[in-house]
């Protein structure tokens, strides 16, 4: 049987082992959710074993569980290591969702649900990949798996769990499927991507809510406040102002931003996808360079005061924000982190009191393309998707990418089959059924040409 | 028997229908609480009734009804209008309150409860003082209550209600009970307040939630704008930029400002009580001159993106403000709120959109001192707290006020009993005892003076 056969005779099964995965909520960002990461661990070593692991087994860390299994097929063989997480980002605002973000169907030829494709429906690209291989008789490599439980929290257990089984996690390459693709009809392989820092901050003003009319322009409220320290950090050219910021940052080469310039893209498209009028980015640069190679600045989220239905007349105690900053490649997120927190207690002014709390961060990361195993998935993609994949940077993040080059010494392949309209982190996100085979197509090629 | 001997005698009855007031939650910015709105109405006719009425009524409006009642003693007696409202703010943070907001207690000599200052308790002190002054003989003048149930979201159906009623609403001097003195030791009336003009703001960046990773830097974040939006009204002097805001503001006149600093004002122990190490306002005047006499623009309430546990990296479609600014008088709340949303119109970059809802507004308000009413009250706060009061502009607002003196053509005088420690509008609001009885003691003698 081909490659090809064997997953289009398997197709329903392979839909039905994704879906038992969706339907546990894994949301590492919630303490209810807790028990669901053991549960939806558990099922992840079912699934491997199934599909040909030789053990698969649910491993503790100081956080959320890892899943780890392998089948060796000989010693002199080089191995593979694959990671994927099981956990995924919070459904909310859940009134947007047109069907449960955690019953997955089957619509329009695609399939809703929460980790329909970040990560579950990825992950399982990877796994069925490996089973078709087996069962196709191609597969020539020994395989790891590591899928960890809390990416979307920022990897708090994972540098940890590699640095304590260093031996167990021994590869000569890893295998992420975990990033997207320029779209449907123009694969891609991600050859970089950007850096994080996370603040929360929380200003302070006076010790209890005023009201606005016996207080109002006589005491500061922390609400104008923290909007005026958030204004502050960007200017109308789009710049980040902190100083030294752009330090460490490395201009896009000419010779880059000549092959950005080559990846299909129509601004119009873009906007009206996302349903703006204008764009708005770092001036000098265009959209592709500034969601990949340059750094930006985010509120994820702001809250304070009175938020609910109609109007109250408050001066508010306290003011919060979740903020972040992208990075490139070069600018170190610890130093980052400690230069935003000197900058914000020196801009605070004296009338209230801010707090910064770091929260997760990760570095940027460069995948040569001459690696043994980027040159095998360029040739296995290719195969899958009739064309061979371009090499792109993308602006997310994973920051264990480059902990896994710092602790175990490997370097990664990112083999990613998401695409921007499956809407990951977002209400419906969705997956494309073609792809999610083409995907799985893909990897058992992989297996075929990497010895 | 004295005025001093009624109260002292009837102390725990007049406890006792306060508190069977306050339990009624009669928050009017919850359309869950529309029921008590109802509920707390009819409470007020029953204790009106026993304490002198000789008919009171609820009285349907477009929103919430109000209570009306009257002592008529002669038609040849001058009138006194007395206005009050059964509306409390919402109680939120409710983790915040020390007792349950709706179940009064007394501790430390104080009344602890949602609305045992603003306005229940003052209210009440209205109608005690009325019932004392008619027990002891003194009531020479026929006395009408309008109390309504939709103060603190703004009044909008009184307007209507006393356009409709004008004739039975006809007085001399309307009174009302809901400002603050300048402390306990010195007592105080109101002669100017604040006006008020308060909007809603919605910023609409992309149709979706968007990953901070993938667009972050080359979409613009609502969160962001809004930000840079609310930080331009201000400027480094605490003034607002919006061109023409200040036009119709009267400069505060050397004589006024000589007085303000008469007041008693100690600015350390003002930011100690509110827990700030510095103050902040508008650049060229003091403290007590900003809070009454200058306008604020204060940011009520804020909320956009990712506000849940954890970190979640996104860069959201929508955030909100609720926004106020306080007005002085001859600033017109109406041409303030359409000169707002012009300013806003004009500043909204093309990336984003922005919808700008005004919510309620009200005119600030004088009051002469040479009103024989004002003559009566400042003689009657005289003799109950032993000491002239001083004649004060405070910063809140009660727009009914402006809308009494345009609609009925009535003057009134601000005879409020509030503390500024009573925490009105936040958590943990309270209500000396001793002044709620001398507050009592207070309207009693103004009967026993005003003919």
Redesign the interface.
């Known amino acids: 049987m081909s490659v090809k056969s064997y997953i289009e005779s398997n197709k329903d099964r392979f839909l039905e082992e994704l879906f038992s995965l969706i339907r546990i909520p894994s949301i ?4 209810e959710n807790k028990p669901d990461m053991l549960t939806c661990a558990q099922r992840w070593t079912e699934v491997l074993l199934s599909s040909g692991a030789d053990k698969a087994e649910v491993m503790p860390t100081k956080g959320n569980p890892v899943v780890y299994a392998e089948k060796m097929v000989s010693p002199n063989a080089p191995t593979v290591l694959v990671y994927a997480h099981y956990d995924v ?2 459904a ?2 859940l009134e ?1 969702w047109k069907s449960e973000p955690f019953e997955p169907v089957i619509r329009d030829g695609r399939i809703w649900a929460r980790g329909a494709d970040d990560d579950k429906g990825q992950g399982m690209i990877q796994v069925k990949g490996f089973e078709t291989a087996i069962k196709e008789g191609l597969l020539q490599c020994n395989v790891k798996f590591i899928f960890e439980g809390e990416e ?3 990897s708090p257990s994972l540098e940890d769990f590699c640095r304590e089984h260093k031996e167990l996690l021994k590869a000569d390459v890893i295998l992420v499927s975990d990033t ?1 693709m320029v779209s449907a009809e123009t694969p891609s392989l991600t050859t970089g991507l ?1 850096g ?1 820092a ?1 603040w ?1 901050i929380e200003v302070t ?17 922390p ?2 406040v ?3 320290l ?3 950090i ?1 200017d109308v050219d ?1 710049r980040i102002t902190i100083p030294g910021f752009y330090d460490d940052v490395e201009d896009v080469s000419p010779a880059e931003r000549e092959m950005i310039a080559q990846i299909p893209f129509d601004e119009e498209k873009y906007k009206k996808a ?9 001036k000098g640069y265009s ?2 360079e ?2 990949s190679c ?23 105690s306290k ?4 903020v ?1 900053t ?1 990075l490139v490649p070069h600018q170190d997120h610890a130093k980052i982190s400690q230069m935003f927190e000197e900058y914000i207690a020196r801009v605070t ?5 801010v707090k910064v709390t770091p ?2 961060g990760g570095q940027g990361y460069v995948c040569p393309i001459d690696l043994p195993a980027y040159q095998a998935a360029e040739k296995a993609v290719g195969i899958a998707f009739g064309k061979k994949p371009l090499a792109v940077r ?4 994973i920051p264990i990418i480059s902990t896994f080059e710092q602790v175990l010494g490997i370097k990664t392949v990112l083999m990613g089959f998401g695409l ?1 309209q499956n ?6 996100e969705s997956q494309e059924l073609d792809i999610f085979f083409k995907g799985i197509e893909s990897v058992a090629e992989f297996y075929r040409l990497y010895k």
């Open positions: 590492s960002a919630k303490h980002m919070p909310e605002p947007l979307e929290i920022g997207s950007r994080l996370y929360e003003g006076p010790n209890r809510d005023l009201h606005s009319g016996h207080f109002g322009g006589a005491v500061a409220n609400i104008n923290l909007c005026k958030m204004a502050d960007t789009g996302i349903g703006v009028d204008a764009l708005f980015g770092e959209t592709l500034r969601n340059r750094p930006s600045f985010d509120i994820c989220g702001i809250w304070g005061g009175y938020t609910g239905e109609g109007s109250k007349t408050v001066l508010p003011a919060y924000a979740k972040s992208r002014p004296p009338y209230v009191k929260s997760h993308r602006g997310g993040s921007e809407a990951i982190h977002s209400p419906n």
